[in-house]
Each structure stands twice: as structure tokens, then as C-alpha cells.
């Protein structure tokens, strides 16, 4: 029995030892810094196309009202809250806020409330630290473009929805071409957090 034992315990050992360094912590994004540089010499993306693609993937970009209302209720601020925590991470870039309605009303007076809608979401961004000049654009498509095609009322209709619109003008880390510093600061953070873990590890098991 106890041999049985030992030669299953070197089995895992071994099995173990077959993992790639760092697959622990992999979320499956090394590479795409490389992968999207590639893309962007190629012109088949932009910086804030890339960007933009970060800020969709790890926040909740759009925010629902009440009917006729513009006001921000406490599910819509700790959506903001949490917009405006990621934009604070990245300086160089400017956001968009876009307004919109459900199909109940008149063209003019939709466009008008999404307005409403979108300056809403702005002066809350705004009081959060962030600049104006970075909130590039308000804009108000009122209820020409419905995310739930409806004549009714429907709350996912009436909302705001958040993007990102490019960059800061004359910013110096656009200019310096340190992009990847840009769009993958957890990353590189993260390279160097696994690079000292291993260089721990390495010296555990030679003291071993």
C-alpha cells in the first residue's frame, strides 16, 4: 500500500511539472499586446479602437432610466462610479456619452431627453475628478436607434452608453509611441509580478 502510494504522488509531481511557467495567472491576453501592435502598423485597428475594445470587456458601459426621466438612480451611479474608477487609469484617452430613448414621444422631444440623459451622465463623471475636456462629445440619438425594436415603453431602451473616442490631443505618451504602456499597463505590471515569482520560485527549490 505505501509504495502504491509514492508512485502515485510522483505521478502528480510529474504531471505538475508539464504546466507552462505562469499558467497560473495567464487570463489568456499575453500576446495580444503584440498581436495588436501588429494590427495597428497594419492599419487594420486604431489605438482607441483597441481601447475602446478594453473599456467594453471589463466595464459596464451603459446605464437604463425611468421613463421621461433623466435622473441617475443608485444602479446607474455605481455604473458611473465604476466608468469613471477605469477612465482615471488612462489619462490619454477622451469618451463619448451617447443618450438615448425608448420610442414613446415625439422625435424632437426624445432627442431632447436623451440629451438630458447623456449631460446627466457627464456632470456625474465630471464630479468624480475627471476632466471635462476629456468627455469629448455629448451626443443625442433620442430614439433612433432602439436597442429593443418596440412602439412601447421599455427601460432598456432609455439609457446612455459610454465609449471611447480617441485620445488627448499633443499626449505625450501618444507622441513617445509608448503604446503598449497605454493600452496594457496591467499587463506589463503583471509580466513583472510573474517575473519575480519566478525568480522565488527558482530559488525555493534550488535551497531545496
Known sequence: ???????????????ACTREAGYE??????????????QVMNGELTYAQILGQ??????????NFAFDSAQLDATAQRVLLRQASWIKQFPEARFRVYGHT??????????ALGQRRADAAVAFLT????????????VSFGKSR????????????????TEVSGFVDRNPL????????????????????????SKTTA?????E
Open 102 to 111: 425608448d420610442a414613446v414621444g415625439s422625435t424632437a422631444y426624445n432627442k
Open 54 to 63: 478594453r473599456f467594453a470587456a471589463e466595464v459596464p458601459t451603459q446605464i
Open 203 to 207: 530559488v525555493g527549490e534550488t535551497n
Open 25 to 38: 495567472v495567464d487570463q489568456g491576453a499575453f500576446g495580444n499586446a503584440t498581436l495588436n501592435n501588429i
Open 127 to 138: 464630479r468624480q475628478g475627471i476632466s471635462r475636456s476629456r468627455l469629448e462629445a455629448v
Open 1 to 15: 500500500m505505501q509504495k502504491w502510494i509514492i508512485t502515485l504522488g510522483l505521478s502528480v509531481a510529474v504531471t
Open 146 to 161: 432602439p436597442l429593443i425594436d418596440t412602439p412601447d415603453r421599455d427601460r432598456r431602451n432609455r439609457r446612455t452608453v
Open 174 to 197: 501618444i507622441l513617445d509611441g509608448k503604446y503598449a504602456e497605454v493600452i496594457y499597463r496591467e499587463y506589463i505590471e503583471g509580466a513583472s509580478y510573474v517575473g519575480q515569482l
